[in-house]
């Protein structure tokens, strides 16, 4: 079992920052892939960043492309997304998940094993 909790959600004004944290429970944090998915109301769980285990490869929704980093510190099992120039569009509920042990990225929902209870952004126009 992995245990994913985030943090650092908020309100932000369009073309602001924020940047999101998930902290893991499992020691063995760098072997999983970990990932950054939102949900806006009414519509779908979409994929937005994800990061390989050891944080050597990236993956991004090219509507985040160019504005938003994933990193991770694997010493403190936590996975980061920085997101700059927010838009309006970009106001949902963010998740954390984690793939499957020893699993590589996906930008699948159905991919991953663990997610994390979400936290909200909201920009304002």
């Known amino acids: 079992q992995v245990q994913l909790v985030e943090s650092g959600g908020g309100l932000v004004q369009a073309g602001g920052s924020l940047r999101l944290s998930c902290a893991a429970s499992?020691?063995?944090?760098?072997?999983?892939?970990m990932g950054w998915f939102r949900q806006a109301p009414g519509k779908e769980r979409e994929f937005v960043a994800g990061?390989?285990?050891?944080?050597?490869?990236?993956y991004y929704a090219d509507s985040v492309k160019g504005r938003f980093t994933i990193s991770r510190d694997n010493a403190k099992n936590t996975v980061y997304l920085e997101m700059n120039s927010l838009k309006p569009i970009d106001t949902a509920v963010y998740y954390c998940?984690?793939?499957?042990?020893?699993?590589?990225?996906?930008?699948?929902?159905?991919?991953?094993?663990?997610w994390g209870q979400g936290t909200q952004v909201t920009v304002s126009s």
């Open positions: 998940t984690a793939r499957y042990l020893n699993a590589t990225i996906t930008d699948l929902v159905s991919g991953y094993a663990y």
């Open positions: 499992r020691r063995t944090f760098s072997s999983y892939a």
């Open positions: 990061i390989s285990g050891s944080g050597t490869n990236t």
